[in-house]
């Protein structure tokens, strides 16, 4: 009962801050202030009422117009919003305490936007996956904690993602959480970063962007070892993507530059989800 009241709360929280998601998406790639001017009609600048902003709700009750021109309303407002609502409601399910969910909530609420701004701009601005890295430092720090009864040695021996929850993380963990998150920057973008300057040397041209190579690294603080799993699996479900959308008659050149942020986003999640089916998969197919 507890834990599907803390699910609902976070879903409820993941909602209404999807709204802000949507202000960040939009205006941080265009350098514009995040709290001013009010949310507003792109097409007539119309202050948004408080009632028209309503997560989902409003949209549904406006028909998808705004109130004021008619213009239509992007289907992309409540689509964020709910996925964010869906993201912060798995924090809880996937942690031990209430520490561990909020900082599982943030990261997965940041990887929506980032993603959202990747595919829009095909850019990864360094103030989020700066954001990232502090959060996945700040679980390092306080994982050296040596009170059992303190939150910050419950929050896990492995910045914010326990080892009571995936238990995978503690066949690879080398028992320092400092050592753990070092790893696993090198692990999770040290490939990607070979492939960026084997590419260059070759070709001649850029293979990773830098934006890319950062978020791995970040990523690395909270997945350790086991990000190592991230470019492989961002590598295939990227490919599907553009197997799918050729077959959908959608002019998609493979010389063509791709946002990759959603594939590692995607990867991330579905490792945080699935890491020791996924590890073990992994070694299995190794072990052949």
């Not at 803390?6 to 802000?20: D, I, K, M, R």
């Not at 009750?61 to 992309?76: A, Q």
């Not at 919003?81 to 869906?86: D, N, R």
């Not at 990000?227 to 961002?234: E, R, S």
Request: with cysteine.
């Amino acid at each position: 009962m507890i834990l599907s009241l803390q699910v609902a709360l976070f879903a409820l929280f993941g909602l209404l801050f999807g709204s802000f998601a949507n202000v960040v998406i939009w205006r941080l790639p265009r350098k514009e202030s995040l709290s001013y001017p009010a949310s507003h009609c792109p097409k007539c600048n119309k202050p948004l009422k408080p009632y028209d902003n309503i997560p989902v709700l409003s949209y549904l009750i406006l028909g998808g117009k705004c109130r004021f021109c008619k213009d239509p309303i992007s289907p992309r407002y409540p689509v964020v919003e709910l996925m964010s609502a869906l993201l912060c409601s798995l924090a809880p399910l996937l942690t031990i305490n209430l520490v561990q969910a909020i900082i599982c909530a943030i990261f997965l609420y940041l990887l929506l936007i980032l993603s959202f701004i990747d595919y829009d701009t095909h850019k990864l601005p360094n103030t989020l996956v700066g954001l990232l890295g502090i959060l996945g430092v700040i679980g390092i720090l306080a994982s050296f904690s040596h009170d059992p009864t303190s939150l910050a040695y419950s929050w896990a021996h492995y910045a914010a993602i326990p080892h009571q929850v995936l238990p995978f993380f503690a066949q690879a963990s080398t028992s320092s959480p400092l050592i753990d998150g070092f790893l696993g920057v090198i692990v999770t973008a040290g490939p990607a970063f070979l492939v960026a300057l084997l590419y260059k040397i070759i070709r001649d041209k850029q293979g990773f962007g830098m934006g890319d190579i950062k978020l791995l690294a970040v990523i690395g603080l909270f997945l350790g070892l086991y990000g190592a799993l991230v470019l492989p699996a961002a590598a295939i479900i990227g490919l599907i993507a553009i197997v799918l959308s050729r077959i959908s008659n959608q002019k998609v050149s493979l010389s063509a530059k791709i946002p990759f942020g959603p594939f590692i986003a995607f990867a991330s999640l579905g490792i945080l989800m699935f890491g020791p089916q996924a590890w073990s998969w992994y070694i299995q197919l190794l072990i052949k």
